[in-house]
């Protein structure tokens, strides 16, 4: 079972930028492909990006792409999502996991908190 520790959340303004963090524990990181969800009060948990084991692919969901880029370190097993122009709608919980297409597998990390203020 993979372990996730998600960092880098925080309080911003309205078309700032945040760079959130993600390490596994698993030595086999570099296998996987790795995902970022997140889940707003009151709503489900969302996709937001994913990107493949090589970091040759990546993918986006709709509301996000053109302001988030989603890439990783193999070396340090870790994945980012950095997150430019944010809303207050990206407000929410932010969570990587190990995907599979785009659903994830496996546990959930403790996520961390991105608070867009307007």
């Known amino acids: 079972q993979v372990q996730l520790v998600e960092s880098g959340g925080g309080l911003v303004q309205a078309g700032g930028s945040l760079r959130l963090s993600c390490v596994a524990s698993d030595r086999s990181f570099s296998s996987y492909n790795m995902g970022w969800f997140r889940q707003a009060p009151g709503k489900e948990r969302e996709f937001v990006a994913r990107?493949?084991?090589?970091?040759?692919?990546?993918y986006y969901a709709d509301s996000v792409k053109g302001r988030f880029t989603i890439f990783r370190d193999n070396a340090k097993n870790t994945v980012y999502l950095q997150m430019n122009s944010l809303k207050p709608d990206d407000s929410a919980v932010y969570y990587c996991a190990v995907v599979v297409g785009s659903s994830p597998k496996g546990s959930w990390g403790q996520g961390t908190q991105v608070t867009v203020s307007s």
């Open positions: 990107i493949s084991a090589s970091a040759f692919t990546t």
